[in-house]
């Protein structure tokens, strides 16, 4: 909290299980005293994200903890515009940046068992660009430089794992540079030609030798495209968002919605937050990714959240069996080089040793974040859900460490 109030500990003696509303001019916050999640633990969190707005870090942000099914915790704070001073409201709009990917991996697999490929199919069997593919002898070269080509073919498992050689171009050597600024500061016409731009560049790798944070789920979405005979944001649509209830998730915001759309922030020259001078457009925008490109409010993400850890179903109707969320969630990348304790599943990074992470969690709590600074993980031995959204540049994992931090220790049972 930005002050310590001696009132709303008095509250918390007395409000056991009604839900509990701490209201100022620049936090709204509900507590819920039940699913073994304390009050006062929960407290600590509020007081670190105000904390940081007060001070300056980030402009404001969204809280959204659930567990057993049940929210436990909804915050708002600080503004989401610091240039207009407007309030960060719970509808807010967030570019979601890369939790895109975990969306369109889950429709992908949505047509993974309607029988439409297997994943070790060769990608080139769809898409037939991605038979030859070009590896690059020293990524120093840039996207010039010499090649080999790939000692094995692209699979459709490689996609979903990180594993096929493909980058981001977030790696920071010149043919990252290059690959960054061939996908997203040149024109990009749909997802067609993104795709084809990116299949046209050398692989880091050879496929399956290494993890590498990357651009496949835009192939992903390309074969979203072609078997289902529908554009990305259609088929999402029609699958995930209008069935879970995701009203405000998609490519582009409607213009009844725009002043709820929070623009990003950054720190300037002089060590000010400051509203960002660049803004993505949230209008007009026709490259369907599966990288990233959506918008989504904190309470949306939060149904595809519940339905991932309900094992693929949400209010009576079943997205995905939980066979199959067992495979996206469980470890697919042996022993490849990841952060300590982490591995990765099919489109979520997965947590596979909580000693070696040195961080709170459980073994199976399973993740991703946005370029923007938001965030979400989902833990099924506690029937656990946590969200964070805020919209800052660059990308920090600092506020996902702070999250699992602060709510795994509001646990209580």
Known sequence: MKNYNPLHFTFILFLIVVPFLWTNAQSNIEYFENEGVSIERLARYDAFLNKE???????????????????????VYGYSSLTDKTPMEKDGIFHLMSMTKP???????????????????????YLPQFKDVKVAKDVQAGKDGPTIAANKEITIAHLLSHTAGFSHGLGGTPLDNDIAQALYAEPQENIES?????????????????????????????????????????????????????????????????????????????????????????????????????????????KFCQMMLNKGSLNGQLFLSPKTVDIMTMNQTGDLLHAPGQGFGLGFGVTVDVADSKS?????????????CTYFFIDPKEKLVSILMTQLQPYRNYYSEKMRQYVYQSIVD
């Open 103 to 125: 969306i369109v991996s889950a429709a992908f697999m949505m047509l993974y068992e309607e029988g439409h490929f297997f994943l070790t199919d060769p990608v080139s069997k």
């Open 194 to 302: 993104r795709v084809n731009t990116l299949v046209g560049l050398p692989l880091i790798g050879h496929p399956g030798e290494q993890w590498y944070y990357s651009a496949s789920p835009d192939v992903l979405a390309l074969l979203i495209e072609k078997f289902s005979g529908k554009t990305v944001a259609d088929f999402l649509q029609e699958r995930l968002f209008d069935p879970l209830g995701m009203k405000d998730t998609g490519y582009n915001i409607v213009e009844a919605s725009h002043n709820r759309w929070v623009p990003v922030h950054n720190i300037n020259k002089e060590g000010k937050l400051i509203n960002s001078e660049q803004q993505l457009p949230i209008v007009g925008n026709k490259v369907f990714g599966g990288t990233h490109g959506l918008f989504s409010t904190a309470s949306d993400y939060m």
């Open 360 to 372: 709170l969690g459980s073994v199976g709590q399973y993740y991703w974040g946005g370029a923007y």
């Open 53 to 75: 707005i007060k001070e300056g870090r980030i402009p404001g942000a969204i809280s959204l903890v659930s567990r057993n099914g049940k929210i436990v915790h909804s915050a």
